[in-house]
């Protein structure tokens, strides 16, 4: 683009089309201008639009002689002052612009600096270098998933010694338990299907001991209601229990629609050969209503299936600290039952009762569950803490003839109903006479 005082033909500064030169020049360009560096005059000529050349014999004034164009001459570039030369656009960026227009370039080897001159990079560097990350990647991927396999194999060991923790699986089962399985899947499914759909009133069919337990299983129900299950319910784990003597029980896990969890305990009845729920140890039943009893609004004493808990005292050695709660229902939050806690109840370390809640505390912190059972591991919330007791407890004044909460028996580790509870308890009166009985005879003779 050519500026306002060249087209005006003002004075000025002007550049030689013949040799680039800077050209001042006190004339204007139309009188013409004359470059100091190789002598060649413009303006002046180049001010016109046609160039002439007379023909020998030509008259200037007539057309047959006439003038003819040199078309073959070499046009000369537009004469321009200093500061307006025109040249191709260039689009400046920032350095910033530039710095981001590499990183997302695909070659990768250019870089724009801040004077905007360009660098280029080799790229066999990089090359080598993200092929040796790619290399440092897929190695650390296989030796994590090596040491995932290690401790799942040191787990499964560790697991498979501890019978207790999960269900018996089939692979892993005594070939009589197997057989005793099989035999009642079928009708233990069954029966247990239907008793959780039938009415409350038709429920009793299915129970254990169900002449003896009909009115205190229609009272219950009056106070607690039913939890109904959601949609199909599906077994997911089975397991024998280890009943002294010829007694035979299986339990059972099952899971609704929704993800709650029953477990049921069926014993064989010998006199009829059928499978009968343990109905006490599924309510869990109780003699008394919790909430009533340790707010002394009910009976003084009572049968109670319940969690316990042993607290930390400063000496075990004097005395055991325990509290008691109800056992929480099946679709309640996980810290409902911690609400419904007893009164603290010392035993003297020395005691009976002192020395029989330490054997069984110690056996559920090694997780050897009473009878083998799986419920209470799998189904309490935070077992480790809590344990499944079934305790006779009762309101007694002391000496300041205030109401104090006793301890008055412990009837076993568990919830199993009144049947396991009497065979364990022939069981280990059997075993605590036969030691009695051989020393007697020994000291006769």
């Not at 030689?16 to 800077?22: E, I, L």
């Not at 440092?136 to 994590?144: E, K, M, Q, R, V």
Request: net charge positive.
């Amino acid at each position: 683009m050519i500026s306002e005082s060249f087209m005006s033909g003002k004075k000025g500064v002007f550049i030689c089309p013949s040799c680039q030169a800077v050209v001042k020049s006190d004339k204007p360009l139309h009188e013409g201008v004359t470059c100091g560096e190789c002598l060649h005059e413009f303006g002046k000529s180049s001010s016109l639009s046609k160039s002439k050349t007379q023909i020998p014999g030509g008259n200037w004034e007539k057309g047959a002689g006439g003038v003819i164009r040199d078309l073959t001459a070499k046009k000369s570039a537009p004469i321009l002052p200093v500061g307006v030369i025109e040249s191709p656009k260039i689009s400046v960026k920032t350095l910033d612009q530039a710095r981001d227009e590499f990183a997302g370039s695909s070659n990768g080897d250019e870089t724009i600096m801040s004077d905007g001159s360009r660098r280029v990079r080799r790229r066999k560097k990089r090359e080598k270098e993200e092929k040796n990350k790619g290399l440092i990647l897929f190695l650390g991927a296989w030796l994590c998933v090596v040491i995932i396999v290690l401790v799942i194999f040191a787990t499964g060991k560790f697991g498979a010694s501890k019978a207790s923790k999960a269900p018996i699986e089939a692979g892993r089962r005594d070939p009589i338990d197997q057989q005793i399985v099989n035999a009642s899947r079928e009708k233990i499914k069954k029966d247990f299907q239907g008793f959780m759909k039938l009415p409350e009133k038709m429920k009793g069919q299915f129970i254990d001991r169900s002449a003896d337990l009909s009115l205190a299983f229609s009272d219950f129900y009056v106070e607690n209601s039913f939890p109904p299950a959601s949609g199909k319910l599906t077994q997911t784990g089975v397991n024998v229990l280890k009943l002294p003597g010829d007694g035979l029980a299986v339990e059972s896990i099952w899971r609704d629609s929704e993800g709650y969890q029953w477990g049921a305990v069926h014993i064989l009845d010998s006199a009829t050969s059928t499978w009968r729920l343990d109905w006490e140890n599924f309510a869990p039943y109780s003699t008394e209503s919790w909430p009533k009893f340790i707010n002394q609004l009910g009976s003084k004493e009572g049968v109670f299936r319940l969690l316990v808990r042993k607290r930390r005292t400063a000496d075990d050695s004097k005395k055991i600290s325990l509290s008691f709660y109800r056992a929480p229902h099946v679709k309640e939050d996980d810290k409902e039952f911690k609400k419904t806690e007893s009164p603290e109840i010392d035993l003297l370390a020395g005691s009976d009762l002192a020395i029989e809640f330490k054997r069984l505390w110690t056996n559920h912190q090694e997780e050897n569950d009473p009878l083998g059972s799986i419920l209470g591991r799998v189904l309490d919330p935070d077992p480790r803490t809590y344990m499944r007791i079934t305790v006779r407890l009762g309101w007694e004044d002391d000496e300041r003839g205030e109401k104090g909460l006793e301890l008055k028996e412990i009837l076993g580790a568990g919830w199993f109903g009144e049947r396991i509870i009497n065979l364990r308890k022939s069981a280990k009166d059997t075993a605590t006479k036969e030691p009695l009985k051989s020393l007697s005879e020994s000291s006769d003779s």
